[in-house]
């Protein structure tokens, strides 16, 4: 394992026993806690995006304040939705937040998942052309933003600018150099994780896939993985690919650690269906004594196919709780996958 971050889906409520009551605290804490990753020594802060609910939505107002604050960490997302996106305006998005960071932007990208509204990509101005669906527009859309990272000019000047223009067709501005190469994407399936291969992305497995064995949840992904390496090896991609995992693990270190997750021990893969015609498998959870998480661990294909970890975390709970469950694992038990911290500075957090 080389690299290990977090996830957060930024979950708000105003709920007295919740740390993040309003989107204010979501997002202002969501830095925190970037900041916070970064001196503990992880090498990535990732968030989820989702619309019409209390979590984190749009994306690069909160990568671009990440980035701002932050100087060495990865800074992601797992996944936005391309279903709701305008590629053009997002490259704008995406380069100026890159320029930020400094280049640091790893950016998921997906069909999406289900949502809170029915179709509220309609909402957003969004329709599939005829004869697809929107699984389809959004695979059109991430097509559209791969090809204008790539920085060439398409758009015809006009002969008489406002401001003097460079020779040829322009491209959209600002252009972050390298971003490309950087973009992930969120598979479901071993169909959709080697096509995300034919185009050079990287991968992103979550804890959610199609069940398309019956195999056991790490297995399935393990498969996925190696799909989509074959898949780019057979494209000729020079440049060597990532893959990500994401798990829910917590080290039981006190009481509160306990009473909080001990009742995760012992976890499952869960089966659901993410629409009435796709059956999904669900990976479990892990909460345990740091010896107990590093052979449970160690026994995971698809952790052992990855090059990243990304850490589920219960922002809820607030930034000091947060911290606290990153260190334990990055003290207690990464160093036994092989992972190494990187330089930084290692501050403990309090938790009070």
Not at 115 to 122: A, F, M, S, T
Not at 133 to 143: P, Q, T, W
């Amino acid at each position: 394992m080389k690299k290990i971050g977090f996830l957060s889906f930024g979950h708000w409520t105003p709920s007295p026993q919740s740390q993040t009551r309003s989107a204010s605290d979501t997002l202002l804490q969501s830095i925190e806690l970037a900041v916070a990753a970064e001196q503990l020594g992880a090498d990535g802060a990732y968030f989820r995006v989702h619309h019409f609910a209390r979590q984190l939505a749009s994306p690069f107002p909160l990568l671009a304040a990440v980035g701002a604050r932050t100087s060495t960490i990865e800074i992601g997302t797992a996944v936005i939705d391309m279903r709701y996106e305008n590629p053009l305006y997002m490259v704008e998005d995406a380069g100026s937040a890159d320029l930020i960071a400094g280049g640091r932007l790893q950016l998921g990208i997906s069909r999406g998942s289900p949502e809170q509204v029915i179709d509220g990509w309609r909402y957003f101005g969004y329709r599939p052309a005829e004869g697809q669906n929107d699984a389809d527009m959004g695979r059109r859309h991430a097509e559209v933003f791969l090809d204008l990272l790539r920085g060439e000019g398409f758009a015809e000047p006009n002969p008489q600018p406002m401001f003097p223009n460079p020779p040829g067709l322009l491209r959209i501005e600002p252009h972050a150099q390298g971003l490309r190469e950087r973009i992930w994407w969120g598979a479901g399936s071993n169909a959709t994780a080697v096509w995300a291969a034919k185009l050079g992305m990287n991968l992103q497995s979550s804890t959610l896939k199609s069940d398309e064995t019956g195999e056991a949840f790490h297995v399935q992904q393990a498969a996925q993985i190696r799909a989509y390496r074959a898949a780019w090896k057979e494209a000729g991609h020079t440049r060597e690919p990532r893959v990500s995992v994401s798990r829910s693990i917590f080290a039981l270190m006190d009481d509160r650690d306990r009473a909080y997750f001990g009742g995760e021990r012992g976890g499952e893969d869960q089966i659901g269906f993410i629409d009435p015609r796709t059956r999904a498998i669900f990976g479990r959870s892990y909460a345990a004594e740091p010896d107990v998480l590093i052979e449970q661990l160690r026994e995971g294909e698809a952790i052992a196919e990855a090059d990243t970890l990304l850490l589920t975390i219960p922002n809820q709970l607030g930034v000091a709780y947060c911290a606290h469950a990153i260190e334990a694992i990055l003290t207690h038990v990464a160093p036994a996958l092989g992972w190494v911290r990187r330089a930084a500075l290692h501050t403990t957090y309090s938790r009070d």
